[in-house]
């Protein structure tokens, strides 16, 4: 097996099995300050987790809000219209992980 090697936002270092997809499963980490969000709701195809690192942060997912804290994981439907925004009084860091069907 080899891997090859991606560029991936807050790691460093991704690498991925070179007989996959290269778009099937996404990953990065994401560090946002108090009272901000990394970008507006969004909607997208696959599947969708969260894991958070530090902090702490309210995931929105269409009319229902979820309160995720360091050391917890949320994993949603993305087509749902969704964003993330730090609720809490530090910097709120957390990975995304990003799952598509194969194409």
């Given at each position: 097996?080899?891997?090859?090697?991606?560029?991936?936002?807050?790691?460093?270092?991704?690498?991925?099995?070179?007989?996959?997809?290269?778009?099937?499963?996404?990953?990065?980490?994401?560090?946002?300050?108090?009272?901000?969000?990394?970008?507006?709701?969004?909607?997208?195809?696959?599947?969708?987790?969260?894991?958070?690192?530090?902090?702490?942060?309210?995931?929105?997912?269409?009319?229902?809000?979820?309160?995720?804290?360091?050391?917890?994981?949320v994993v949603f439907?993305?087509?749902?219209?969704?964003?993330?925004?730090?609720?809490?009084?530090?910097?709120?860091?957390?990975?995304?992980?990003?799952?598509?069907?194969?194409?």
């Amino acid at each position: 097996m080899s891997f090859l090697e991606h560029q991936a936002k807050g790691l460093a270092r991704f690498l991925a099995d070179a007989d996959l997809p290269s778009e099937r499963l996404r990953v990065h980490i994401s560090e946002v300050r108090p009272g901000a969000r990394s970008h507006p709701p969004h909607r997208h195809e696959g599947v969708e987790a969260f894991y958070m690192l530090e902090g702490e942060g309210t995931l929105e997912i269409d009319e229902e809000l979820c309160l995720i804290r360091a050391n917890e994981a949320v994993v949603f439907d993305p087509t749902k219209l969704h964003g993330l925004v730090n609720t809490g009084t530090t910097p709120m860091r957390y990975m995304v992980i990003i799952a598509r069907e194969d194409k």
